[in-house]
């Protein structure tokens, strides 16, 4: 999915960073302003902690998953609908999320259920719909978490009040909580802030001030940590927080805007070297 963020002319003259963008020559500088000024951090999920890069195998077989539960609900109802139809349904299904996404408008399992059903001009009774939304919801099961991620989040945990700021589309907020406590992190984070439950997405600014609420925080005093900088970084920067960049120079096709994070890393593995000094 691709997004550009509305910042408008009043939003970027809030993007102030207190602390000057990475440079080779201040890099050491910057982070050493960051422990001492930072009281607390915000982090991002899909490509930070969690791996959103599965393979193509993983990708195809959820979607699939989700085609054929709905297909099957469907043809218990006498509705015949092709594989190549359901196919359609769910690509269009994403260009949908896609297009709510570009206007931070939060989306779910129940929401591209219902889309799937209009573009197929089909309809399902309310147990049999329900019962699909739960299917499609829980398809995914223990996604992969990045390399030294878990271990980062439960070192920062010990010294930081952490919050987690997602966008969540298929997968609510429910089952991830359900994957935290899989991958003991759930009781490391003193908020979670799900697009979902929201009703709206990064980088707009109501998701980064529930967290700062949760946290008990104010911007200056909190580092957020995402891959995306369109989201992440812009957003964050917006409501004056510290940001560092997981680089990840081309997302979705496409090479990221620069929105001038303070630090660039490669991972949350740095992020807690850096942080906490091991």
């Known amino acids: 999915?691709?997004?550009?963020?509305?910042?408008?002319?009043s939003t970027a003259a809030k993007i102030q960073p207190t602390i000057p963008a990475t440079a080779p020559n201040d890099n050491q500088l910057i982070w050493q302003n960051l422990r001492r000024q930072v009281k607390a951090l915000s982090l991002d999920l899909w490509g930070t902690i969690l791996d959103d890069k599965q393979s193509p195998a993983d990708t195809i077989l959820y979607s699939e998953q989700r085609q054929n539960f709905l297909r099957e609900e469907l043809q218990n109802l006498g509705h015949q609908f092709s594989p190549e139809q359901m196919r359609a349904?769910?690509?269009?299904?994403?260009?949908?999320?896609?297009?709510?996404?570009?206007?931070?408008?939060?989306?779910?399992?129940?929401?591209?259920?219902?889309?799937?059903?209009?573009?197929?001009?089909?309809?399902?009774?309310?147990?049999?719909?329900?019962?699909?939304?739960?299917?499609?919801?829980?398809a995914i099961q223990n996604p992969q978490p990045l390399?030294?991620?878990?271990?980062?989040?439960?070192?920062?945990?010990e010294k930081y009040p952490l919050a987690l700021i997602s966008d969540t589309a298929w997968t609510p907020g429910r089952v991830l909580r359900q994957i935290f406590a899989h991958d003991k992190i759930l009781d490391c984070f003193r908020v979670l802030i799900f697009s979902g439950d929201t009703g709206v997405t990064k980088p707009h600014p109501?998701?980064?001030?529930?967290?700062?609420n949760g946290l008990g925080v104010q911007p200056h005093d909190c580092l957020h940590i995402g891959d995306l900088q369109h989201t992440d970084i812009?957003?964050?920067?917006?409501?004056?927080?510290?940001?560092?960049?997981?680089?990840?120079?081309?997302?979705?096709?496409?090479?990221?805007?620069?929105?001038?994070?303070?630090?660039?890393?490669?991972?949350?593995?740095?992020?807690?070297?850096?942080?906490?000094?091991?």
Request: proline fraction near 4%; charge should be negative.
């Open 89 to 138: 349904a769910y690509k269009h299904t994403w260009e949908h999320f896609d297009d709510l996404w570009a206007k931070q408008i939060a989306f779910g399992a129940e929401e591209g259920l219902r889309e799937m059903l209009r573009h197929l001009d089909a309809e399902l009774p309310p147990e049999s719909f329900q019962r699909a939304q739960r299917f499609f919801e829980e």
């Open 147 to 157: 390399d030294g991620a878990i271990e980062a989040v439960q070192m920062l945990a």
């Open 234 to 278: 812009a957003g964050a920067k917006a409501v004056g927080m510290h940001t560092a960049w997981i680089r990840r120079p081309v997302y979705a096709g496409k090479e990221q805007q620069d929105y001038g994070p303070n630090v660039i890393v490669a991972s949350m593995k740095e992020v807690a070297e850096r942080l906490l000094l091991f």
């Open 206 to 212: 109501k998701m980064f001030q529930l967290a700062l």
């Open 1 to 9: 999915m691709t997004m550009t963020p509305d910042l408008n002319d």
